[in-house]
């Protein structure tokens, strides 16, 4: 709702003539990228109504990240083979790049683009037997909550470098809390 030609769709927006899904407000709050290293902060966590151990458990879970324009590009350039690169505004790992395999012009482009660097940390993997034997698939776990409640867990299933709807037999799963 930033550009030029969304004036008209922000205007009604601000004006709540018009919805949009996901809410530009929410989605601030709750997915956009650039607040990834905000979770990190001392600063932050220290302000938040949170135990030390809530504080710790975040620090645990939330991997680094810092928005690459932030940092000298010699620091980036040798934290890269830990790091995931993601642009800042975009979705579906299009232009994401994994740091240890990226090129010197790659790192140019990622420099002057709006990127977030994020901590690698490998998909972790489950076993699961299908028609074909034993088989293994990535996944990821995306929460779904209402009013503050959690509604369902919801488990992505796929296999090679990034999520996605084309493996066979995988897709998306109901998670089963015991």
């Known amino acids: 709702l930033e ?30 990228k650039k607040r ?3 979770w990190r902060s001392t600063d932050f ?28 590009a010699d620091k980036v350039w040798a934290d890269r083979k830990k790091m995931f690169f993601k642009p800042s505004n975009s979705f579906g790992s299009k232009q994401s790049y994994k740091g240890a395999n990226i090129s010197k012009k790659v790192f140019e482009d990622i420099l002057s683009g709006d990127f977030l660097a994020q901590e690698y940390i490998p998909a972790p993997e489950q076993e699961f037997t299908t028609p074909n034997g034993v088989e293994k698939f990535k996944f990821d776990l995306r929460c779904y909550a209402y009013q503050g409640r959690l509604q369902m867990i919801i488990a992505r299933l796929y296999q090679g470098q990034v999520t996605n709807s084309k493996t066979p037999l995988g897709g998306f799963g109901l998670v089963k809390i015991i």
């Open 3 to 32: 550009n030029a030609e969304s004036e008209t769709l922000r205007k009604l927006f601000l004006e709540k003539k018009s919805c949009f899904s996901p809410n530009p407000f929410e989605y601030f709050l709750l997915a956009d």
């Open 36 to 38: 990834m290293e905000l």
């Open 45 to 72: 966590l220290n302000r938040m109504p949170l135990s030390n151990e809530q504080k710790d458990l975040i620090l645990q879970v939330v991997p680094e990240s810092y928005l690459v324009k932030s940092v000298p």
